[in-house]
């Protein structure tokens, strides 16, 4: 089956902690996306990436790091420079270089941070 | 960039037609209209796209007038599940990643 998959679904860290989150893809896509999405809202862009080893900054860059070694991997690293780290991340992909509105999108990593 | 705005929210009933009108009335001309649906605690997932007149999937129809300044997402007998957060998106098919803006969206409920 292909898809893309994060991990953990749900995560608990204590402030000034960085923490990382997984997101994995099978499908073969050249793009990779993260977003945050806080309660009753819509989602807004981190970072993104169209090829291995390049990525650029998105809307709400600030607080966190990412990297693409890997054309599957696109992990995302939430500093303890984030001021509000609390909420729900979405990993998503689409096919070829040139990000695209035909996303596809994980299951979601919800973060609490206390 | 093209603003889109689309209802907070929208109630229904089960084995109902359910229409969602977004308006975009700066819409540019290479720009395409695209919805997607969340579920709860879910990523988005991708339901239709089109440019003009009228697309159908096995999913949902998608209505754009001719002027192209707003578009209309219907979804035939609904049922219980298809209570979700419903997003239009308008841009260029192809288009700069941080351009692609997922508003609130329509908050759709569907009752017995």
């Known amino acids: 089956d292909g898809g893309i998959t994060q991990s953990p679904k749900y995560l608990f860290r204590k402030e000034g902690q960085n923490v990382t989150l997984s997101c994995e893809q099978n499908?073969?896509?050249?793009?990779m996306y993260w977003y945050r999405q806080d309660p009753g809202q819509g989602l807004r862009l981190i970072y993104y990436?169209?090829?291995?080893?390049?990525?650029q900054k998105g809307d709400i860059a600030e607080g966190y790091s990412v990297s693409r070694e890997k054309k599957e991997s696109f992990p995302l690293t939430v500093t303890s420079a984030q001021k509000n780290p609390t909420a729900f991340y979405l990993c998503?992909?689409?096919?070829?270089?040139?990000?695209?509105?035909?996303?596809?999108f994980g299951p979601g990593t919800r973060l609490t941070v206390t | 960039l093209a603003k889109t705005t689309q209802p907070i929210s929208m109630d229904s009933y089960e084995g109902q037609e359910v229409n969602i009108t977004c308006s975009h009335n700066?819409?540019?001309?290479?720009?395409?209209i695209t919805w997607y649906q969340q579920f709860p605690s879910q990523g988005p997932r991708f339901i239709i796209q089109?440019?003009?007149t009228k697309v159908t999937n096995e999913v949902a129809s998608l209505f754009i007038p001719a002027d192209r300044k707003s578009s209309t997402l219907s979804l035939p007998r609904v049922s219980l599940s298809d209570t979700a957060v419903y997003y239009c998106?308008?841009?260029?098919?192809?288009?700069?990643?941080?351009?692609?803006?997922f508003g609130s969206g329509t908050r759709l409920s569907i009752r017995p």
């Open positions: 089109g440019y003009k």
């Open positions: 700066n819409i540019a001309t290479n720009d395409y």
């Open positions: 499908l073969n896509h050249d793009a």
């Open positions: 990436s169209q090829i291995v080893n390049d990525f």
């Open positions: 998503a992909s689409s096919p070829g270089p040139i990000p695209t509105y035909e996303q596809y």
């Open positions: 998106l308008v841009g260029d098919r192809y288009s700069s990643a941080s351009k692609i803006i």
